[in-house]
């Protein structure tokens, strides 16, 4: 079978490389694609959200699927376009992916189906907005209502933050129309978990959990970036918190969406926010997490093309997720300066060597080729990959592999997977056993 998988993150490359695991699989295009994925498979030059383009090449080269892994072309309709030129394409149609799409969509949804969420509320008009900050005093969350490149929630810690991050949203239009109308969120305490399942319009079944890592630096201070990390499998939830989690979040979720006439096919991302033994929402994606697919799909057992395909044949009831018995962790190499100003354009030495290294893989993202030299050419550069028996064994692995590799201005956090380490009781690797 012919795939095309939609992107250009290591998210895309590690769904390239599950794919390619597949025996059903002869071909994989991947537009645009990066470094990466150009090894591994062909790269076209389109760009993801380039809609016709995209249909125009996968009906003109006859895909027998189409994986599209960021959420803009889901939520510009990539998938109905797809659909009605009679090619098979795995993610929610444009409607069903507005539970990421739009905050305010979101937030109402989970109102109306019982989902546990932080307490919010949603404006068009900015002095109703300010009002609403006069009586609610920070710490808040305020979230531009529509798509932001990840950037669109903003967690203010003090009011005048709070009436800034407002401003800078409503009146200076910052995030453009995304920013058209906001939700106005109790702040929660607590851990984050990422929750992803594979969905098929009527069942959603869980992946292993994973934790990302959201801030730049060490100890979760800095900035938020797109994500800096992940591992999994997280120790964060047991087996009685995640059946409450299927039973009060993935299935009412999937009930709410067919019950708006938009039965939800693809991967749910619900991230949660877990506080002494209880949980709510702070997020719904329509789509893997990058980094936490990175983490996932190497510990997957199934061809990822046969649960795709009962995800689409709605029978995921057919299908049983097997795991491997291992943790996997996934350590992203940043150009330094990320997620703000930063250099592109050095070339990337010590990649075959930390790729020779057993049970590593490395995840592109940010990069492209120059005849046979690796450049970088984007903010995240890499998610070094490894897995082991246990999560200490992959985090010394990853961090065996990132030290081979080496930029100038090179910025990676030292402790992924210790939130995971500290949970399991486990010291944490010493800092300068990780530093170069
Ligand atoms: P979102 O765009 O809704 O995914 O939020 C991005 C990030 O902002 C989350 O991963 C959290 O780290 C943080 N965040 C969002 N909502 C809240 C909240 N209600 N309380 C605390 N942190 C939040
Ligand atoms: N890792 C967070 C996200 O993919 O949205």
Same mark, same amino acid.
């Given at each position: ?7 250009s ?7 390239? +490389? ?41 009906v003109?080269g ?61 404006f ?22 529509g ?15 709070a ?46 959990l ?6 730049? +630096?060490?100890g979760d ?16 939830l ?17 009930e ?40 996932i ?25 097997? +795991? ?19 250099q ?75 939130k ?17």
């Open positions: 079978m012919k795939v095309l998988v939609v992107g993150g290591g998210r895309e490359h590690a769904l390239t +490389w599950a794919l390619r695991r597949s025996k059903r699989v002869k071909q994989i295009h991947v537009a645009p694609g990066n470094g990466g994925t150009a090894e591994i498979a062909t790269n076209v030059p389109i760009a993801a959200d380039d809609i016709p383009a995209l249909v125009a090449h996968a003109s006859r895909f027998d699927l189409v994986v599209i892994g960021p959420e803009v072309p889901l939520a510009l309709g990539l998938v109905d376009r797809l659909q009605a030129a009679g090619i098979r394409a795995f993610g929610p149609t444009a409607q069903a992916a507005q539970i990421e799409s739009s905050k305010v969509f979101s937030k109402a949804f989970m109102r109306e189906n019982g989902i546990p969420t932080a307490e919010a509320a949603a068009d008009d900015y002095d109703a907005a300010l009002c609403y900050l006069e009586a609610h005093p920070a710490p808040i969350v305020i979230k531009a209502d798509l932001a490149a990840g950037k669109g929630a903003i967690v203010c810690q003090t009011d005048a933050e009436r800034k991050a407002l401003y800078r949203i409503m009146k200076q239009r910052v995030f453009g129309r995304a920013g058209d109308r906001v939700v106005i969120e109790e702040f929660l305490r607590g851990q984050e978990v990422t929750v992803l399942a594979f969905a098929d319009g009527v069942r959603a079944v869980p992946m292993i994973a934790q990302d890592h959201k801030a730049a +630096w060490d201070r800095g900035p938020n970036t797109g994500g800096m990390g992940s591992y999994a499998p997280a120790p964060i047991d087996a009685a918190m995640l059946e409450r989690v299927e039973r009060q979040v993935l299935q009412p979720a999937m709410g969406m067919r019950r708006l006439g938009t039965p939800y096919v693809g991967v749910l991302y619900a991230g949660l926010m877990v506080t002494d033994g209880d949980f709510r929402v702070l997020e719904f994606n329509c789509r893997f997490g990058d980094p936490e697919a990175q983490a799909l190497p510990l997957l057992e199934n061809d990822l093309v046969e649960v795709i395909e009962a995800c689409l044949e709605g029978r995921l009831d057919e299908v049983t997720l097997r +795991w491997a018995n291992r943790s996997c962790v996934c350590v992203v190499m940043a150009s330094g300066g990320y997620p703000d100003q930063y592109t354009g050095y070339e990337i030495t010590g990649l075959e060597e930390a790729a020779d290294l057993e049970d590593v893989v490395i995840f592109h993202a940010g990069t492209r080729r120059e005849r046979d030299r690796v450049l970088t050419a984007g903010g995240r550069v890499l998610g070094v990959t490894a897995w082991a028996k246990d999560l200490r064994g992959a985090v010394e692995r990853a961090y065996q592999a990132v030290r081979l590799i080496h930029w100038p201005d090179v910025m990676y956090r030292t402790d992924i997977g210790a995971g380490l500290l949970r399991e009781g486990q010291p944490v690797p010493p800092k300068e056993a990780q530093e170069r």
